[in-house]
């Protein structure tokens, strides 16, 4: 029975060991981007909200900066990348006993 488990894990472990990769790449590229987009939005948000007195605009911009910030949506989705490199170490695991 376990044998028979083993090989129905064979390609999933392949599939998650692909997956992972194009994760990690594609989360490197993103986080650089949402780097780009929290300073932009950090910036406008301290023009807001010092120069043009515009408190709520101001604050809620600043807020978005903090969410696209490796704080916020990037460290999220490197939690799910590094959960599913943690499945595929298990099942790699599991494959070897």
Known sequence: MRFIL?????P???VLTILVAVLS?????ATWIL???????FICGIFAWA???EAKEGISM???A??????GLPAL???????????NYNLKEFMRS
Do not use: G, Q, R
């Not at 790449?25 to 590229?29: D, N, Y």
């Not at 903090?66 to 704080?71: C, E, H, I, T």
């Not at 989705?77 to 499945?87: G, P, Q, R």
């Open 6 to 10: 083993k090989i129905f894990a064979a």
């Open 12 to 14: 999933i472990v392949l």
């Open 25 to 29: 790449f594609l989360l490197s590229m």
């Open 35 to 41: 780097n780009i987009l929290a300073l932009i939005f």
């Open 51 to 53: 120069i043009a007195h």
């Open 62 to 64: 600043i807020v978005t």
């Open 66 to 71: 903090f969410v696209l910030s490796p704080f």
């Open 77 to 87: 989705a490197d939690w799910l990348v590094d959960k599913l490199d943690t499945l």
